[in-house]
């Protein structure tokens, strides 16, 4: 408990202006997918793990995905997470998944893709065409995310061009997955192929099996694309640190995002250090002018969006404890309410 004490009396608000701003994604009912993201070792991980304690305040049930191959929630909740939704110790409605977005059909848990050998025979199929390993792999995941029915579904997202790409891929794979659909229709080429590879690799490839597989993974799809460009349902919070490189990285992050259509309002700008936490150390006062310089850049290149700044802390953020107090900061006086 001491800890916690000292953790709390070091965020010290000093001169910069801390007031928090996240309170537009808790309040906005309607949204069902949130990602958090930017470059690497800005603090995305304890951002998503805060968030996703506040969003649990304000919704049913919530489940934080990391997408990250360094999968950090599990330190950050010091809490093995896996493939499968697990509950997060101390709380009744927020669970956890760690995934790969970027693994094969092998890598999925067995309660997925288990009827009839199928999971094999895609894992097969996946040999004759490139990209179709993933796809499968993605959308059956997302499938299990849209059955367990969660209120909201927060990524914590991989460094910036892993992000843009799997924010990307539903797009990409619904034009290529209808391709190869009428592929198969009307003496199309794809049969044949496969029958070809089926011969030459002695694959056990069932033909009409795997097209209706794909028929079915279509709809899932067609669905993400759609509620990913829908404002209403997703948005991306940038996280960010005042350093030119990190500014650099946001920026690019925002202008990607636009170009596929995905909402992102919010910055989160971590590590600020206090000037008056720093002014009996020069190199501390010389941190604190460049932050100053990066931040002003920040409010005059977003001056329309919100954003979060929060302090340079003593000590990592890790522990529920710790996860809590960021979360104030992220947005002070939320209450539970469910």
């Known amino acids: 408990m001491a800890d916690n004490e000292e953790f709390h009396d070091a965020l010290d608000d000093g001169d910069f202006d801390f007031d928090p701003s996240l309170r537009n994604v808790i309040e906005q009912e309607s949204l069902k997918w949130i990602f958090v993201g930017g470059k690497g070792g800005v603090g995305k991980t304890s951002t998503s793990c805060a968030l996703a304690t506040l969003m649990s305040r304000v919704r049913k049930n919530v489940l934080l995905i990391s997408t990250d191959p360094a999968h950090n929630i599990s330190d950050a909740f010091d809490q093995k997470f896996s493939k499968i939704p697990t509950k997060v110790n101390n709380f009744d409605n927020l669970f956890a998944m760690e995934i790969d ?39 059956e995941v997302m499938k299990l995310i849209n059955d367990a029915e969660y209120s909201c579904v927060i990524f914590d997202t991989a460094p910036t061009g892993h992000t843009l790409r799997l924010l990307n891929f539903p797009g990409t794979f619904e034009k290529g997955l209808g391709k190869m659909l009428g592929m198969f229709e009307g003496g199309g080429t794809l049969g044949p192929i496969m029958d070809m590879a089926k011969n030459m690799l002695n694959l056990p490839l069932d033909t009409d099996m795997i097209k209706n597989k794909l028929g079915d993974i279509l709809p899932t799809v067609r669905k993400m694309k759609s509620e990913f460009e829908d404002p209403n349902l997703t948005t991306f919070v940038c996280v960010c640190i005042a350093e030119f490189l990190s500014l650099y990285e946001t920026e690019r992050l925002v202008q990607e995002l636009a170009k596929i259509n995905i909402d992102s309002r919010n910055i989160v700008v971590n590590r600020l250090v206090p000037l008056e936490g720093a002014a009996k150390c020069s190199t501390c006062k010389a941190q604190t002018g460049l932050q100053r310089k990066y931040l002003e850049q920040i409010e ?26 960021l979360a104030d900061k992220l947005c002070s006086n939320v209450e539970k309410t469910n």
């Open 101 to 139: 977005p970027n693994v094969g059909i092998e890598e999925l848990p067995e309660e997925m893709m288990d009827e009839g050998g199928m999971k094999k025979m895609m894992q097969d199929f996946a040999q004759t065409l490139p990209g179709v390993d993933e796809a499968v792999s993605f959308s």
């Open 300 to 325: 005059d290149l977003y001056c329309d969006f919100h954003i979060t700044k929060i302090p340079l802390f003593d000590s990592e953020v890790r522990g529920i404890g710790r996860i809590h107090t």
